[in-house]
């Protein structure tokens, strides 16, 4: 089901895109948590994370590579979080899965 990220991936609406390749997409968030806050989402419309299949292994392998060399890419890569939201009882508004690359100002832990 094509949310608003294919929009994205496709240029039916506009993003500030930080990163590009085969596989993946990364832009800016629309509504940022953070001086750096950063949606890298694979192309395939793969809904949630528990959605992701075997065959799904390179490409998950990939979007975590790719989240590191993005950090770099952003000056920030001593210092960021990734965050996946799984299901909207985990805070999950888009069903295209996505990871936040989040930078630039202290985290917490335990997260909220
Ligand atoms: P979730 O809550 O699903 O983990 O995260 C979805 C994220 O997508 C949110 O941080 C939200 O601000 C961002 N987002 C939603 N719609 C758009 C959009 O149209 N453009 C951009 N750049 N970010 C969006």
């Known amino acids: 089901m094509p949310t608003i990220f294919t929009k994205i991936i496709n240029r039916e609406i506009p993003a500030t895109i930080v990163y590009e390749d085969d596989l993946c997409i990364a832009f800016r968030d629309i509504n940022p948590q953070a001086p750096t806050h950063v949606q890298l989402i694979p192309k395939k419309e793969i809904p949630r994370l528990v959605d992701g299949q075997p ?37 999950q508004s888009v069903f295209h899965l996505h990871l936040h690359i989040l930078a630039g100002r202290p985290f917490g832990w335990p997260p909220g």
């Open 55 to 91: 065959e799904d292994a390179a490409l998950l392998g990939h979007l975590m590579l790719a989240a590191g060399k993005i950090a770099r890419q952003l000056g920030v890569g001593d210092a960021f979080r990734l965050v996946v939201n799984n299901g909207a009882d985990a805070g």
